[in-house]
Nanobody, 122 residues
Framework: QVQLVESGGGLVQPGGSLRLSCVVT????????WAWYRQGPGQQRDLVAS???????NYAEFVKGRFTVSRDIAKSAVYLEMKSLKSDDTAVYYC????????????????WGQGTQVTVSR
């Protein structure tokens, strides 16, 4: 089974920074696209940022200029560097991957991991 493990969350003051990490394990041949989502209390899960295998990035408007997503292909990992954090960024952050199975012509999406809590508060 493919599994995703997020880490790096915590409590940070407004204006502070945090770096999230996510590592995938299981029968994956190649990851095509990594993505970060977040879900606040009573809210839907929203796309935050994504990065392709070749390094192309995309960001939600509400984090553009503050967050940076990157990937390490060799480590099967994706990162989210968050700066200038504000209270609205408080949420559980999840990573997700679209990938090729060991049967290279097949593609699939990862399940959801447990997420990592980010709390921005004074």
């Amino acid at each position: 089974q493919v599994q995703l493990v997020e880490s790096g969350g915590g409590l940070v003051q407004p204006g502070g920074s945090l770096r999230l990490s996510c590592v995938v394990t299981g029968p994956i041949f190649k990851i095509d696209t990594w993505a970060w989502y977040r879900q606040g209390p009573g809210q839907q899960r929203d796309l935050v940022a994504s990065v392709t295998r070749d390094g192309q990035t995309n960001y939600a408007e509400f984090v553009k200029g503050r967050f940076t997503v990157s990937r390490d292909i060799a480590k099967s990992a994706v990162y989210l560097e968050m700066k200038s954090l504000k209270s609205d960024d408080t949420a559980v952050y999840y990573c997700h991957a679209d990938y090729q199975t060991p049967i290279s012509i097949r593609r699939a999406s990862s399940p959801w991991g447990q997420g990592t809590q980010v709390t921005v508060s004074r």
